[in-house]
């Protein structure tokens, strides 16, 4: 049992997307056998008692993400990965607890890049600077 487990699952629905011609890249953006709701009861099977779980994973699949966890991990924290100022999200992260139960969050995120494609400061201090990102 771990305290906490961190998983970034193929984001992509089997049958719903054109697989990448590089076989490695297709296994890792595309679900196999295994799909999204398969990762997460692993993932909770993995984690000890209280303990908490963080999943990368694409904001349109969130309807996908969230069901598996309700009923055995709470405290459900939804942190946004905007691309841009004004854009939508394109990236979640999803931070909960096994066995907890407490309500769910969402949280203002972090925008990544400026108007000009650069990192935002508060994301170049996480990529480049090693700052925690903290939800």
Known sequence: ??????????????????PAQDPAKAAATIEGEAELADWVRFAITMVRDKGSLTFVHRADRIDALLPPLMGRA??????????APGRAASRILVQARKQIAAPARLLPGLVLHEA??????????ILRGGEALTL
Do not use: K, Q
């Open 74 to 83: 709470g405290e459900v924290t939804i942190f946004p990965l905007w691309p």
């Open 1 to 18: 049992m771990f305290d906490h487990v961190m998983a970034n699952p193929p984001h992509i629905a089997r049958g719903r997307g054109t």
């Open 116 to 125: 000009g494609g650069r990192f935002t400061p508060a994301a170049d201090a």
